[in-house]
Structure formats: C-alpha cells, structure tokens
C-alpha cells in the first residue's frame, strides 16, 4: 500500500511542473549583443596584434609590446562597453569569453606576424 501512494505523490509532482515562458525576443537581443560584443573583441585583437608586431619589428625589447598587447586586453571592456551601452545584460561567463578572445587573438596574430616577417626569402 504504501508503495502506490509513494508512486501517487510522485506521479503528480511530475504532472505538476511547467516551463517557465520562453522570452524569444530577449533571447534574440541578448544573442545579438554577444555577436557584436565578439565581432568588436575580434578587431581589437587584430588591432593589438598587428601594434605589438610594428613595434616588434621597429627593434622595440620583447616586453614592450607584450605589455601593449597586455594593455589591449585590459581595456576590452570598457571599450566594448563605450561602443555597444546595452552591455549590462553580458554576464561574467560572456565578459570572460571575450576577455580570451583578444588575449589568445593578439597573442597568436602577433606571433603569426612575427614569424612571417623573420622567414628567410
């Protein structure tokens, strides 16, 4: 007996639940937003990359353009927040994703770059 009233209670708490309302249009904002904030955080490592590789090859040491490209994704942020002001509905995880982005884009471009350059011909 006490079997099926145990399978009872849980039959209609199953029952029970819903889903929440979806929020397509808020989905889609979001979504957008995300886009531009990866399409702005993709010129800004293209824009660090190609700085660090100029000062690179103009004989500037090693540090100073890593601390340039480093400065370049210290102020992602606040430049994609300047540009794009709907930024607030960014969490820490998209804040993040962006942040690697420029990092590991300026840093590979500027190596790419480097290298390219020191090839014999």
């Given at each position: 007996?006490?079997?099926?009233?145990?399978?009872?209670?849980?039959?209609?708490?199953?029952?029970?639940?819903?889903?929440?309302?979806?929020?397509?249009?808020?989905?889609?904002?979001?979504?957008?937003?995300?886009?531009?904030?990866?399409?702005?955080?993709?010129?800004?490592?293209?824009?660090?990359?190609?700085?660090?590789?100029?000062?690179?090859?103009?004989?500037?040491?090693?540090?100073?353009?890593?601390?340039?490209?480093?400065?370049?994704v210290a102020i992602t942020p606040?430049?994609?927040?300047?540009?794009?002001?709907?930024?607030?509905?960014?969490?820490?995880?998209?804040?993040?994703?962006?942040?690697?982005?420029?990092?590991?884009?300026?840093?590979?471009?500027?190596?790419?770059?480097?290298?390219?350059?020191?090839?014999?011909?």
């Amino acid at each position: 007996m006490a079997k099926k009233v145990r399978r009872k209670l849980e039959e209609e708490e199953a029952q029970a639940f819903e889903f929440p309302p979806f929020d397509e249009g808020a989905f889609v904002r979001k979504e957008f937003e995300l886009g531009m904030g990866l399409a702005l955080a993709g010129v800004i490592a293209i824009v660090a990359g190609f700085a660090c590789w100029g000062l690179t090859v103009s004989g500037v040491p090693w540090w100073g353009p890593f601390l340039v490209g480093l400065v370049f994704v210290a102020i992602t942020p606040i430049v994609i927040g300047r540009v794009r002001p709907s930024t607030s509905i960014y969490t820490k995880g998209d804040w993040a994703g962006l942040i690697a982005l420029v990092f590991f884009g300026w840093l590979a471009l500027w190596f790419l770059l480097v290298n390219v350059a020191s090839a014999p011909v």
